[in-house]
């Protein structure tokens, strides 16, 4: 018989009405109540982390789900966490850099409506995420209607429908319709013994280009953060004409803060390479992104500057690809 661990950390699917709109608030007691499990043989052991509106995650909170499971790591056969779904990619991809090595699944799901609801989408996707937990596989992934996507790959792309995730610039990991897996690219297994490092720099700021942005926004950033992820346009780059970011941009590396160039379109990565407004911030020791999305980005450099305080060995960390956060293709 496979041993599950659900850990619970509140989030839509354990909402209930208050007074000022939905809230987290079903017990353990009352969400293993709608637990649908089939005929498989599995027994699912609920533990209530945190009851928290997934807005509200902070980075100190994945420590703590990256630490529940390495306390439990020995006990049971896969995990499975029910989250709010505003921030589950930024979880996810979270825990599969603090939790390296896994040879047990780790599987993040929620819903977009209540469980308690009639119409619901929940009983479904934990139906999956326990059918999923079961798997013979190792590393963090998301299950949301019937889809499973690696943990790292996961961005939130609908506030309503069912289908609200997808699996950005890498294939699913695998399908499961009616109790059935079907996989599509399941990852290689994992190298090295099961290991957890939670440490993590929460002093990192994300800044979206627009057409007018300020230069003096990077004096702020250069006293107050340690890394800066800034979503460009199209295939990277700064503009270097009237509001020119280059001399800032260059002064926020010499003063040893890890900025990585983006891109603020989904799909294919940034290619600083191609054009001169790429050409000119590739001068300076910025970090590049490949095909990696923001959520992954912003989990990473956290756990990088964690761990390193030399801007070199950061950025040696963020361009070599970590369960499969980045496509070969960007790797030096």
Not at 128 to 147: H, L, T, Y
Not at 208 to 219: A, N, Q, S, V, W
Not at 260 to 278: A, H, K, M, R
Not at 325 to 331: A, G, K, L, N, Q
């Amino acid at each position: 018989m496979k041993k599950i661990l659900l850990i619970a950390t509140g989030g839509t699917i354990v909402s209930v009405e208050g007074q000022e709109g939905l809230v987290p608030g079903l017990t353990a007691e009352e969400l293993m109540k709608h637990f649908q499990h089939g005929d498989w043989d599995v027994e699912v052991t609920c533990h209530v982390l945190m009851n928290r509106d997934s807005t509200n995650m902070q980075p100190e909170h994945w420590q703590q789900m990256a630490d529940c499971i390495a306390q439990h790591y020995g006990d049971y056969d896969g995990f499975i966490i029910t989250h709010g779904t505003d921030t589950m990619a930024y979880t996810s991809a979270a825990l599969s850099y603090m939790l390296q090595g896994l040879g047990k699944p780790v599987v993040i799901t929620g819903s977009q409506v209540p469980i308690s609801f009639k119409r619901t989408d929940a009983k479904k996707n934990v139906a999956d995420a326990v059918r999923f937990a079961c798997e013979d596989i190792g590393g963090v992934f998301v299950v949301f209607d019937g889809r499973v996507i690696l943990g790292t790959r996961a961005v939130k792309m609908r506030t309503k429908s069912y289908d609200a995730f997808e699996s950005i610039n890498h294939p699913y990991v695998a399908y499961i319709t009616q109790e059935d897996v079907q996989y599509y690219g399941k990852p290689a297994a994992a190298e090295g013994p099961f290991t957890v490092n939670t440490s993590l720099c929460p002093d990192v700021f994300l800044l979206k280009l627009f057409p007018g942005t300020k230069p003096e926004i990077f004096d702020y950033l250069k006293h107050n953060y340690k890394g800066v992820v800034i979503e460009s346009f199209g295939n990277g780059g700064l503009p270097f004409e009237e509001r020119s970011l280059l001399e800032k941009v260059k002064e926020l590396t010499e003063a040893g803060v890890a900025v990585l160039i983006s891109t603020q379109c989904l799909e294919e990565g940034e290619d600083l390479y191609l054009y001169e407004v790429g050409m000119k911030v590739a001068q300076y020791n910025v970090i590049l992104s490949g095909d990696m999305n923001t959520e992954a980005l912003i989990a990473k450099l956290m756990w990088a500057l964690g761990n390193e305080s030399n801007p070199q060995q950061v950025k040696e960390i963020m361009e070599r690809t970590i369960a499969g956060d980045r496509s070969v293709d960007w790797e030096k």
